[in-house]
């Protein structure tokens, strides 16, 4: 079969692959590309620390595990092992992996369903904007993704031998490794074993053997995170995002909570209220499980109205998008026609997809399991982003759908049609429902972000004028005004620094004291101490001064790098936030 479709699946390789590479090439004048936050500047100093030390897995604090899992990190350390620290060389490589993901949902579509399916389905995979999104920024999934489609394979494709579940144990250990969100298929994957074997000794032994992998795979890790902080766990923060996940008030999402203050006194609420700033993983975890479970008796009906409607949000893909995904569609997906093919619109079909294979869902039983094992995510922060791990197994549907309703046109079949459309139709209507009335945030925290690496790559300039933008965007982000005041302090501009950190201080109470100090320091005319020119935001591994001038600029970047406005009334709206002139 491979030889047959050669010509098809250089053709796919080659079209996702230059797509890919034509946004990277777009992305060499944008500054949120070159200094990663958030999730990619932590990915991105995790792999400068392990390649840094030896190769050793890090804690936090000393005592903490780690909040990421640690195989992506690794894979980003290896390439700049390979290549040197150059951002370019990890996307580059993701982009061979997107590429080559979008070839093997071909071969495995055209395996499970027809020829048209499978274009279509390595059609989606190759244009669809958020894969390509993942794909050219520091975003675990992309690896997450490759690793699932090659499990799916193996376990469909190659025959049945201990051989087959022994890879598929490693493949699955290492998706865990990767992102941990699909640990239930470790027990639904029995269900499909026993189904395939009609021994139930030799499904057993198969299943031990699968099961037996994924634990070898992980063991180095639990015990690595077992000698930091005493539990058995992959990553920290399991709780305070379960947490959030049902918390009705944050809709379910932490995407407006992740940036300054807002995560931080999140973040920090444990050693607070339990007034212990030496609180162990476990009672940190306590605790949230402990407010988890008591939102949810004060408040039963929110709780259930909001897991409807997230639930209800994901069936109809509607996007969770946080302010880096909404810069990257604004800047660079809404000027090409990819918009139209939207996270709402693989869904639809999908669902679709779905009951017009109910017939063969014997057949499709594995992929079945594999998004059932997504259930648990219901329950967690609910981002677009962690979707891309199995979306290519909706794609599958949402191909199958297409190659459906064309059988039933190009045969004229009139039941088959109305049946096709019918169900098309009411999953239509469905995706323009919002039960949880959910807005997606500005760019606001991008800038925000932007302006902090800026900072610390004293490009005060450039810091300044994103913080501003930042704020002209939201007002009441308070560490976007204590960061402007430490632009102005640097610049010795006590009037308006103090302007700032006033403002800061009004919005968010935790600025007061700072702000106090910095008025008897101002007037009596003192030396400046460094607590009121930092960022003092508790981030402590971006201010890392080796990690800060390793990544402080790209080898391809040039002088003059382009940076994007919000809209056309940008100016207008930072000058009303300058405090003076």
């Given at each position: ?91 580059i490589v993701q982009c061979l992996l997107g ?275 997504s259930v648990m995510s219901i329950f967690f ?201």
């Amino acid at each position: 079969m491979l030889k047959k479709h050669k010509a098809a699946l250089l053709i796919i390789f080659v079209t996702a692959l230059g797509l890919r590479l034509w946004f990277l090439a777009r992305l060499q004048n944008d500054l949120v590309f070159h200094l990663p936050s958030s999730d990619p500047q932590e990915f991105n100093f995790l792999a400068f620390w392990i390649k840094r030390h030896d190769w050793f897995w890090p804690g936090l604090a000393g005592h903490i595990p780690f909040h990421h899992t640690p195989l992506y990190p690794y894979f980003m350390a290896v390439i700049y092992q390979i290549f040197g620290f150059h951002i370019n060389a990890v996307v580059i490589v993701q982009c061979l992996l997107g590429a080559l993901s979008a070839c093997l949902m071909y071969l495995l579509t055209l395996r499970l369903a027809n020829p048209l399916a499978a274009l279509v389905c390595a059609g989606f995979m190759t244009f669809y904007w958020f894969m390509i999104y993942t794909q050219v920024f520091l975003f675990s999934e992309c690896l997450a993704m490759t690793i699932n489609i090659a499990l799916i394979y193996d376990l469909i494709v190659a025959k049945d031998s201990l051989k087959k579940y022994l890879l598929g144990g490693f493949l699955f250990g290492a998706s865990l490794l990767c992102r941990p969100d699909l640990s239930l298929f470790a027990g639904l994957i029995l269900l499909w074993i026993w189904r395939q074997d009609q021994s139930h000794k030799r499904a057993l032994c198969h299943y031990g053997a699968f099961i037996l992998t994924v634990a070898l795979v992980l063991a180095p890790v639990l015990f690595r995170n077992h000698e930091i902080s005493g539990s058995w766990t992959l990553r920290s923060q399991v709780a305070s995002n379960l947490y959030l996940g049902n918390d009705p008030d944050s809709y379910g999402s932490n995407i407006f909570v992740e940036g300054g203050r807002l995560w931080q006194n999140f973040i920090t609420m444990p050693y607070r209220e339990l007034h212990n700033n030496a609180l162990t993983e476990s009672q940190v975890n306590n605790f949230y499980f402990q407010k988890t479970f008591e939102k949810i008796e004060e408040h039963p009906f929110s709780w259930a109205r909001l897991i409807f409607g997230k639930v209800w949000s994901f069936l109809t893909g509607r996007e969770f998008l946080r302010s880096e995904d909404v810069y990257f569609r604004n800047f660079f997906v809404v000027p090409t026609s990819l918009q139209f093919l939207s996270t709402s619109v693989i869904f639809v079909f999908a669902i679709s997809g779905f009951f017009a294979a109910w017939k063969l869902r014997e057949r499709y039983q594995l992929l079945n399991l594999f998004l059932l094992s997504s259930v648990m995510s219901i329950f967690f922060p609910a981002k677009t982003r962690y979707l891309v791990p199995i979306i290519p197994f909706v794609m599958f549907y949402a191909a199958f759908f297409v190659s459906t309703l064309y059988e039933a046109v190009k045969t004229r079949d009139k039941s088959k049609l109305v049946k096709v459309v019918g169900v098309f139709l009411a999953c239509v209507l469905a995706s323009f429902i919002n039960p949880l009335n959910l807005k997606e945030p500005d760019v606001s925290e991008t800038y925000y972000s932007l302006a902090d690496n800026l900072f610390r790559q004293k490009d005060y300039g450039l810091s300044q004028q994103f913080y501003q933008r930042a704020l002209a965007l939201n007002p009441f982000n308070s560490s976007a005004w204590n960061g402007l005041s430490s632009v102005y302090f640097l610049k010795r501009d006590f009037t308006n620094a103090l302007y700032c950190l006033g403002k800061a201080a009004e919005t968010d109470g935790h600025f007061a004291e700072k702000y106090i100090l910095a008025r008897n320091v101002v007037l009596q005319g003192l030396p400046v101490p460094l607590s009121l020119i930092s960022l003092n935001e508790g981030d402590v591994d971006s201010d890392d001064d080796e990690y800060v001038k390793t990544f402080q600029f790209s080898p391809v970047t040039k002088p003059g790098l382009r940076t994007r406005r919000h809209s056309s009334g940008d100016n207008a709206a930072i000058a009303r936030t300058r405090p003076i002139g």
